[in-house]
């Protein structure tokens, strides 16, 4: 969730009404307000909205949805004449670049603190973090076009912003805050994106930081937008929603070349939508006329188009629209929630606990008992913490991510042991003794079920502690078992034992093998168990 902040003054301003008004009707457009203070009130979006993240943006959509101004709004965009080259060498580092001019810029302090809260803003909710797109606004007085994206080499230099002496490139990834911060995302890559006006003057060292040379201040009157990323259409979102900001503000947006394409364009999609799906699932009766109305209220371009239909032009800065039922909210929206009728369920059902929640919530509250604190691990994960350093082999019926984002999250867990130690690891700063437990769902041959886990960690954790936490807790869960000796190779041979349940094994416990220790770098030996909840009495047998 964003938190932005809208000064009274420029708000008002923009909007042409009353903040009492605004501040009244802005949590119906889908918001809430966190804070009133005396000059401006903060109030949160959701992610989903990022086009509402700026004053500006807020002030749009609270014009159409009071009837100030309805409908879509045009942006007009002409042809600057300036080139963006891009160096092919960034194919394979950071290859998509998105740019603008914006003219007549007209700063004060409200409005310049605006434009760069809408920049964090949207490395946050579009970027994510930055890693996917990084956006720079530059003092376009202050450079020379044609500008060039190249890969260039570590060892280039400038003066970075907010620093006034000249530092390489790998010198700010370890001495200024942002290049700390962000580093992570190029430090790997032989050469860094870079951009440069054709004077070779540093424009900016995406996605870590801007360079001094070109600082916007409350004199600027043009800006230069940059934007990188390795997402074409996250690149496109940001500079249409930063572009269309500074438009409500008063400036005016001209194109720039990019591979012999002017961009960007601020054409807004269309779509033709059914009125009758529409009403069928707000249960409320639209016609085409009164359904294209409530679309103009929310900046949409919308006109009826035959008996059933309305024609929608969708607006450019518009990045969560992806399906009609996205449009059909906005028409909720617009129609008033509060207006629309509740109904009682047609069909009565009597609800109990599923007997899955019920043995998980025994499960929970006997390890509560002996003092284990427990903790959520993700449901994704990777071979190499789910056997390699667990000295386990592979298990049959691992389900695969066909697409992982990330080396991290490759499998979906097959067992919580080794993600406890994984927590465990995270936790070594922190006081002994450390009893940590998780219950919840794992999944073997595409079949999910449930177990349950505890480690203990302090100096003297060892295979009694096991067992005795063990018996507690399947004591407690009415789970009558036996104890066989275990082959399992996290543990240390002679020091585990199996868990069986009607001849066949259900879970186990021990002290965890050093050389499992050295693998998650804990320092202090680990008493463990892991249980399969399908043992508890009533479940199907194993």
Known sequence: MAVITLPYKYLERLTRTDRKTILDKVPLIGSDVERVEEDHADVEFF??????????????????????????????????????????????????????????????????????????????????????????????????????????????????????????????????????????????????????????????????????????????????LDTTGTDKRAVGVAVNIICTAMAEAGASIESVEIGGIQTPTLAPAERIISVTECSRILGVSLTPVSMAGYLQRMRFGAEPAGADNVKVQVPCYRADIMHDWDIFEDVAIAYGYDKLESLPPKTYTVGKPHPVQVNAALAREAFTGLGYLEVMPFTLTNEDVLYRRMQREQTKGLLHIMHPISIENTVVRTELLPLLLEFLTLNRHRELPQRLFTVGDVVLDCRTHQQAAGVSTHPDADFSEAYASADAVLHELSIDYTVKESADPAFIDGRRGDIIVAGKKVGVFGEIHPAVLVAFELEHSVAAFEFDLRAVPGYPAI
């Open 47 to 224: 992610p989903d909205r990022p086009d509402l993240f700026s004053p500006e943006g807020v002030a749009r959509a609270m014009r159409g949805y009071l009837g100030i101004e309805i409908g879509l709004p045009v942006y007009s965009v002409k042809p600057s004449g300036i080139k963006f080259t891009i160096d092919p060498q960034l194919a394979n580092i950071r290859p998509v670049l998105g740019a603008a001019v914006i003219r007549g810029v007209s700063f004060d302090d409200e409005s310049i603190q605006s434009i760069m809260s809408l920049q964090e803003s949207l490395h946050w909710a579009v970027g994510r973090g930055r890693s996917k797109v990084a956006i720079g606004i530059h003092d376009m007085d202050t450079v020379k076009p044609p500008f060039h994206y190249i890969a260039s080499r570590r060892s280039r230099g400038f003066i970075p912003l907010d620093f006034s002496e000249k530092m390489t490139m790998e010198e700010i990834l370890e001495k200024h805050p942002k290049g700390r911060d962000y580093a992570k995302i190029v430090k790997d890559f032989p050469l860094f994106p870079l951009i440069v006006d054709d004077d070779d003057h540093v424009l900016s060292f995406p996605p870590i930081i801007n360079g001094e040379r070109t600082r916007v201040t409350i004199d600027t009157k043009n800006i230069l």
